[in-house]
């Protein structure tokens, strides 16, 4: 199983797309223990959108089409939302 999340930075006002197989493991990564990298500056990170998916493949191809101007608006909107 393959998860694509979406995360957001309140204190920055950023989002970071992408995809695991393992989302509880990852958000640590991005929170604590990643010691480099984009979502280093911006923590902490809290999931704002998950999808899952039975083939890695499938979730590649939906990571991309969220990180599309499309998609990007699509997650932008969740966040209005809150």
Do not use: C, D
């Amino acid at each position: 199983m393959f998860t694509v999340y979406a995360l957001f930075s309140p204190s920055y006002k950023k989002i970071y797309i992408g995809y695991t197989s393992n989302l509880e493991h990852r958000l640590l990564s991005h929170n604590e223990l990643g010691k480099k990298g984009f979502t280093l500056k911006y923590r902490p990170w809290e999931v704002l959108h998950t999808e899952t998916f039975e083939t890695k493949k499938e979730a590649m191809q939906r990571e991309k089409s969220i990180k599309t101007a499309l998609g990007r608006e699509f997650i932008w909107n969740k966040i209005k939302q809150l």
